[in-house]
Structures are given as structure tokens and as C-alpha cells.
């Protein structure tokens, strides 16, 4: 069925074609021509229509005209009406169809387009770029023509006579770094404004390099030069055509279609690219870059050149990491995971996957970084002397995908995790996760010890970090920047987890005869979580003295000391049918809030401020409660409040 209608629609095609090229062809009498001229373009867009149909069938897409013009808000005629069904038959909506106005719709969905097939700018400007990849992707029919007795203008251009009115320098390109190997880099620019008279196409260029700190050829440092106009490329030549006995100048010519419009202001900018050997001697020496002359021509067909009389523009050609401002900037992650904590560990199984350091990593500059190699630095204190008497499995994860793992060995502290060949986006953080498998207590490891996990710049200094820019060059010590730090972590079979709820401070009692003191009262509200088994906390309180015995209750500090007779407690929010006249009782996987409470008497004038610094706890089968809990207890403090001695 299918090549039925395909036989019939080109049948139908051909004898249309042969009806146009009669009324084309046979035009007796001049009166008629108005006549022959609306038939003629209504043949013509039956001819579209059917060789549309025919293309779609043969899997193409067919327009009405070849594209030999740019386009862009404003512009009318019958290619403007087939890039609009061109753009409709892809998926790209225009709500008002094609009326062969571009308006802001087309312009939409052209930007739509080039966004769809990496043509950049997306900005929905019709030029050379655009034009070649539609072209190269249709099925191009071309209609019978009516004569064009315009010969000095092949309809690209309208008006008549017409001139610039200015050159100015783009203000933003100005001391531009050109980096080793990098592509295309602006270094200066014109925006370039057209009378009224006409609009004009710019057809060539004339540059010129001069030496500012250099004293190589310029081909020595550069490999090409490119021009652009609007964003769109419109030339490219080798940089040996700039050179000494043409005094680095060269007259470039630009690709048909760098029009500017009657009236309206377009941008032409010249880009130079690096050697990807640059010589280190050369790195950082400057040229100067002048637009000698532009020419251009107008609708009338007249060809003029102008010197735009602009300064010249200053560039320099840089390493490439210096050029494209390479840096790595390490900071501490997630606070939850590198907050000094108890860590609940097995009697008799390894436990797997916990969590000792989060870290960030910023990736600044204009190049992504591959990261091969990276050492993380462990300190583990207590009974367990290596980390290989704590740990038997150190894992590394990156934005929640573990990406490598290393198993310990006996005397060194240092896990270097290598082969990452990890690509690390320039402009993005992201977030390292160091965990660890722990050893059971029944081994070397014993309850109470310590394990602490870093990277710095100790670590990002030595031969194990291993990681390089887009030009392969290892990015320097220098680059890289912070430092992160995850722990101590205590090591318990039990544990508790304490979490600070409040604290306050006041004035209790106001001392009002000679020899009194002012009583300062202070309260630090904190929560504990009991772990795999039923906890007791010591209920007895004292200040601290440095040495942890069982009995010692919780331990506080009072600064600024000038206050004796000091009274506390230690209270509890909830009751407990386990509490005994010596402990508190917290059941496993419980949580209680406990208070407590300190009041100081002035001996001096003094500011005084109460600090937790430990807490005596057991388990409910062990009545010695000699374990102490003294970690990250920073926040545990009230503030200052002044107290008065008469």
C-alpha cells in the first residue's frame, strides 16, 4: 500500500512541476503577470507539500528552499515558513505554526534545537553553524524561482547603502589568560553597531600580534586563531600565519553569513588556542592583539574596509593549571560521623561499615581533576598499639557509592586507597566517607580504645595522593588546600551516646552583708542512650580532680575559680523501678534525660561558669561503674554570670 501512495504522490509532483514550469516558462502577455505570479506560488506550495509527503515517506524531511541565510527575530520569507515545518516535524512546538515570521515562538523553538544537538549558544539565532547541521539533516527540494533582476544582491542583504557607525572594545575581554593546551580562548572582542542605510556582512579581518613580554615566534605559544561572530565560529587559521616578516599581521577572511542588520549591533571576537607543550620560559610572557581593519559590504554590493581604531587588547599564555585556576579544597563533612562518639562494638563479631570520617571536596577551577590515589592517616590509642589490632577493612565511599576498599596491614597506619581513577568535575564538592570494619574485644582490642581517622596536609603532601588535571599534569601540593579529621572514636562492648539538650545560669541568692557571697546556680540538661545492654550512671556528682575512679559520679569543672562550698546533684527527669540509692538505670536502647545541678558561693568577685568533663557509668551486672565517658563534651557549659564577694 505504502508504495502505492508513494508512486501516486510523485506522479501527482511531477505534473504540478510541469503546470509550474508551463506558467513560468509562457508568460504572453505582461498583464497577466500579477496573475501567473499568485498561481505560480500557489503551484509552488502544492509542490512542497506533496514532495514533503514524498520525503516523509522515504524517512526525510523535506523544506521548500535550501537555507542560504541567516535568521533571526524579525526575518520573513519562504525559508523562514520551511524552517518552521522543519522545526515542527522534529517535536519543536511553534503555537502559531508556520506563519513565516520569526517571532520569539521560532526563536523558542530554534533555541529548543541547538540546546537538543549541542549547538552553542542555544540562543535560537539561525547562522552557520545551525544552517550547515539543518541542511546536512533534510531532504533540500528546490522550487521553481521567479526572476531576480537584483544582481548585486542575492537577497541576504536589505537596503542600500550602508556603513558602521561604531567599534568599541568588549569591556569583559580584557587580560585574558591563555592556557597550555586549552581551546578557544577569547582574548578580545568588538561590538561593532550599523547604521541605518543597510544592513551589512562582515567578510574579513585584518590582525595583528605584537610581543609584550614575549621573545618567541607567536606559533611558539599558540597553535590556531579563531574568529567568531554572534557566538558562532566564521574562521580559523594556524597561528604560523601570524610571523615575523608579515610583522604578525594576517588578513583573515570570515564565512559567508556574519550579517548585521540595519540598525542593529553585532559582536565579533578574536580566540586564540595554546600549545599543549608549552615551554616552561614561556609560561606567563603576554601579546597584544589590534583589529587593523574589518571589511565589510552592504546591500548595494559595495565593499569597504575600516580600521576600527580601538586599543589593543593584552593576553597572556599561562600553564595550564595556573590558567585554569586548579585547586582542591578539602573541609569537614558530616559533623555526626566525625564528632568524637562511642562506637558499640561485638564481644565476638567484627562490626562492619561504621563511619569515621567525612570529608568534603571542592573542585575549583576550570579543569576536572582525576583522582588515582588517596592515603587517609589512622591514630589508634589504647591497648590496640596499630590500626591493624582495631580495624581489619578500611572502606571508601564518594557521594554514597563506596568506590574502594583496603585491607590493614600490621604497622602501618596509613591506608593509601589507589587505582581510584576517579573524575572529579571542575566546580563541584563532593563528599568522602572513610568506615571501617572493627575487630571484636576478644583479641587485641579492648574496651576504651580510641581510633582517629585524618587527611591533611601531611597526607595530600606525600607520593600516595596521586591526582591530575585535564592536561595531565599532577596537581601541585600547593593546589590543594584543608584538612579533615573524624574522631577520636572510643571503642566500647556497652556504650552509651550522650546528647546535649540545654544549660542555664543564673544568680540564686544575692549576698547582702559583709563576708557573704553571691550563690550562682547552674543547670546542663543532657540525654543518655543506653546500647546493647542496660547501663547504670553513677548518681553521686563532684568537681573534677583529674583522676577517673569508680564511684566518682559526674565530674564538672567551675572556671574562673573564686567560689567554694559548692553543692550539686544530679537528677533525673523519669522514674525507674531499677534506680538504687547509687545509680540511675537506663534500660538497652532507652533513652532518659538526666539535670545536673550546681550551686557556687562566691569567695572573691569572679565570673563562673559550670563545664561537664565526664561521666561514671557501668553496666546493671557490674557495680564498679569504672567506665567514663569524656568525649566531645565541649558544648556541655553554661555561660558566665558574675558573682559578688562584700
Known sequence: MSAFIHSFLKRSAVAVLVVAFAFTGVAPHAQAQTANATTIAA?????????????????????????????????????????????????????????????????????????????????????????AKVNASVVIVTPPTTPDDDDDNDGELEGGAGSIDSFELLSGLSGEEVGEDEEDVEVAGLEIEVDDGSDVELTAVRLTFNEGTADQDFEDYASEVSIWFDGEEVARVDADEFDEDNDWSSNISLDGGAIIRAGETGELTVAVSGLSNLDSNDEGETWTVDFEQVRFRDADGAVISENPSTDTRTFSFEEFAAAAGIGIDISEGDEEINDSQVITVDDEDDTENVDVLSFLMEIEGDSDITLDSLPVEFTVDGTAGDLEDAVSEVMLSVDGDEIASENTTNGENTVVFDDLDLTLDAGEEYEFVVSVTINDLSGTLAEGDTIEATIGETETDSASFDAEDEAGDDVSDSDITGTATGGPHSLSGTGIEIEFVSASEDVSFSADDTGEGDQGAFTITFDVTAGDDDIRIDRSCEEDNDVNAAGQGVEYTITNSGSNATVCNLSASSNDNEDTANTFEVDSGDTRRFSLNVVATATADHFAQVELTSINWGTATDNSNANYYTFDLDEFQTGNVFLNFI
Request: cysteine-free; overall charge positive; proline content about 3%.
Open 43 to 131: 503551484l509552488q506550495a502544492q509542490i512542497a507539500a506533496l514532495m514533503a509527503q514524498i520525503a516523509a515517506l522515504q524517512g526525510g524531511a523535506a523544506v521548500s528552499v535550501q537555507f542560504t541565510r541567516d535568521l533571526t527575530i524579525g526575518a520573513t520569507g519562504a525559508d523562514v515558513t520551511a524552517l518552521q515545518q522543519w522545526l515542527i516535524a522534529r517535536g519543536h512546538t511553534i503555537p502559531a505554526g508556520a506563519t513565516g515570521y520569526f517571532g520569539a515562538q521560532t526563536q523558542s523553538a530554534l533555541a529548543a534545537y541547538q540546546r537538543a544537538n549541542g549547538i552553542t549558544p542555544a540562543a535560537g539565532y539561525f547562522g552557520p553553524i545551525t544552517r
